[in-house]
């Protein structure tokens, strides 16, 4: 195994791309989301069973998260009678999903990797297209709305399908904001402030109970997590200028090349 100048004798170059890839996942996800498909893969290359490096990675990203509600806490004061259910929803599914990655087979999970990268991918290969359609969709119904009364949305089947996402962030959950976008957007949500409002208290309640999950059932590499969880947010506090100077579409685009090239790596790699 290569060894590097300066590194103690149990370190290798795994390290230093571990720090590397924390780093870069900061900066996405300041800027376009998608960092768990650099880290993901960095945290298997230290040799963690594929269970450990997912709950590890998921922890070492949630600090990133918990800093958004701060910055959407009046949206969030504002809609709070929406907010509460949302979060209750995150909860219910977020516990769900990460049960039932403690109780998957590690080779199983690791047979679905492959596959749980390319959907995420294609979420973000999608958004693009969709997050357009539902603009276009939001200014017809604004339009109609100008002629009739508008119709509020229906809580319960929003409920209910975000506990259905929020099961799927707390199994693995790359992409999932977008898909509680997409989802409250279907729903009749139309103010931008608010929907973002929403999706951060049930991505966040989400991945904060599969934290508390993965911490309390051991499954936390923490000489990995702490050095991702420190690199990450260096990251993303450095990516500020980035974030106004490089295109959304190129930084999606280049989160989408990334995420189906370790799709296809590990559809390779798996036996």
């Not at 922890?59 to 009678?81: E, F, H």
């Not at 959304?248 to 390779?268: C, H, N, S």
């Amino acid at each position: 195994m290569i060894q590097l100048f300066g590194l103690p004798p149990y370190m290798d170059w795994h390290w230093l791309w571990l720090t590397v890839a924390a780093f870069l996942a900061g900066v996405l996800n300041a800027v376009a989301g998608g960092g768990s498909f650099l880290l993901f893969p960095a945290m298997l290359s230290m040799k963690m069973l594929p269970i450990q490096a997912n709950a590890t990675n998921t922890v070492a990203l949630w600090p990133g998260q918990l800093t958004s509600i701060a910055a959407y806490r009046n949206d969030i004061r504002k809609n709070l009678r929406l907010a509460l259910p949302m979060a209750l929803a995150g909860f219910i599914g977020g516990t769900g999903g990460a049960i039932v990655l403690l109780i998957t087979p590690q080779m199983t999970f690791l047979h679905l990797v492959p596959w749980l990268l390319l959907v995420a991918a294609s979420i973000f290969a999608a958004s693009g297209p969709v997050a357009r359609w539902l603009e276009r969709r939001r200014v017809a119904k604004s339009s109609a709305d100008g002629l009739d009364q508008p119709h509020a949305p229906r809580r319960l089947p929003v409920f209910l399908c975000t506990i259905v996402v929020c099961f799927y962030i707390g199994y693995f959950g790359a992409g999932a904001g977008f898909l509680i976008i997409t989802l409250l957007s279907l729903f009749g949500y139309q103010d931008l402030h608010e929907i973002n409002a929403l999706k951060v208290v049930s991505t966040t309640m989400a991945n904060g109970i599969a934290f508390i999950i993965f911490v309390f059932n051991g499954q936390v590499v923490w000489r990995y997590c702490l050095l991702a969880m420190v690199t990450c947010a260096i990251g993303g506090y450095t990516s500020a200028s980035m974030a106004r100077r490089v295109p959304q579409p190129l930084l999606r685009g280049l989160v989408v090349v990334i995420g189906l090239g370790m799709a296809a790596w590990f559809f390779f790699k798996n036996p």
